[in-house]
């Protein structure tokens, strides 16, 4: 399968190129030549199959023959070794957990699965491969985990200072070998910038082999289609076909992939993108005007984008047709004062603790439901364990959590983090002067 710029359909290359140099020079994002159809029969009677059995047919379907199967196979099996059950609150609600990985949170899904992939296409070269990615929670946590001793990586993870949890931030910082972080006195976009400038940077690309483990990739992109057909799965061996899927959005790469997996012949009635007060993407299918603006500091800290660089990606699968576009997908926006009832809600309603992220997205099924009742499973996307924002949940209810295996380990670690300001001459000496 080639891969071509979002800027250029004409810029194609191979998915080991697409995935080393993450950004085409002409600052687009690579998407599939083709978008290949899964097999109905597949779809049929894919209540059949187990996760890791889904995620290798999707994956070698979009791939090809670019990665042999038996080889595919050991990267999915290895990569995808937790699950991602499907757990009804009522009759028609249902919550997708996504946060069963090593980190809490669905970006495992992503992270893991490219870790994989580039030391696959790795194994051959013994230079060096330095990972550059800019995170607003838990996509640090993520890839340092996936990443974690992985021969022939370095990952270099920032994030902007005071911005997110501490246990987010524990994870990203505490890790050392192979991982280093540097917290930026700035906002997540300000991160996403310097990282996206060094990828565009001459000089720094001669020095280093430089990639990124952002959901500018596309190796992070192709994983996060797999819960979703095995959602799909899980409620079709409940004799339900009808499925709306909300997802809580910020940097718009978790939906973007549900949307490319309807592309490829799931069978989806309609997806909700859930979003705090960071609101780009609603007011624009509002407005039909794309108008960014600078990230404000929320709750649901993980969402906190302005500008979300994945949407490119989406308007690239609808061809930029707004009006097929708003045929597939609404929008909502909702403020911390929303989220915090949303939260409250949950536990009173459900017994059902979610973090600030989980509320927006069950706060935007809600909506949608109201807007458009209908027999369809309503299914919305816990993308991170309620461990992760203690300083977000009330202490009687974050008392009651059960914490995941290692959480509490995670205390008293140090934190080896390196400051940094938003200035890119500074990052480039940084990567420059530590290679």
Known sequence: MKFYSTNN?????????????????????YMPEQIPQLDPLFIKNIQQYSLQEIALEVASTLLGNDIPKPDLKKIVDEAINFEAPVKFLNNSTAVLE????????????????????????????????DVLVAT????????????????????????????????QELQLTTNGQNIRALEVDGTFDDCQALVKQAFNDEELNQTLRL?????INIARLIPQTFYYFYAYAQLRSQGINEVVFTVPSGNFG??????????????????????????????????????????????????DVGDPSNWVRIQDLFAGNLTE?????????????????????????????????TAIAWLGAQAYANDHPGTYASVFLSTAHPCKFPDAIDADVFAKIVLPDGAEALQGKEKLAEPLAVNFEAFKRYLINHN
């Open 325 to 357: 576009l708003k045929a597939m997908l609404s929008s909502y926006t909702f403020t911390d004062e929303e989220t915090k009832v949303g939260m409250d809600r949950l536990v009173q309603d459900a017994n059902y603790i979610a973090c600030p992220h």
């Open 254 to 303: 978790n939906i973007g992939a549900g949307l490319l997996a309807y592309k490829m012949g799931l069978p989806v009635k309609h997806f909700v993108a859930a979003t705090n007060v960071n609101d780009t993407v609603p007011r624009f299918l509002s407005s039909g005007q794309y108008a960014p603006k600078p990230s404000v500091q929320t709750l649901s800290n993980a969402m």
């Open 9 to 29: 359909k004409t810029l194609a290359v191979s998915f080991k190129d697409a995935v080393f140099n993450s950004l085409p020079a002409d600052k687009g994002l």
């Open 98 to 129: 996504l946060f069963h990985g090593p980190s809490y949170a669905f970006k495992d899904f992503g992270a893991r699965f490219m870790s994989r992939i580039m030391a696959y296409f790795s194994k051959a070269d013994d230079k060096l491969l």
């Open 211 to 215: 990639t990124s483990a952002n959901s």
């Open 136 to 167: 607003s929670g838990d996509t640090g946590g993520a890839v340092a985990l996936g990443f974690l001793g992985v021969e022939g990586t370095r990952v270099t993870i920032l994030y902007p200072k005071g911005k997110v949890s501490e246990v």
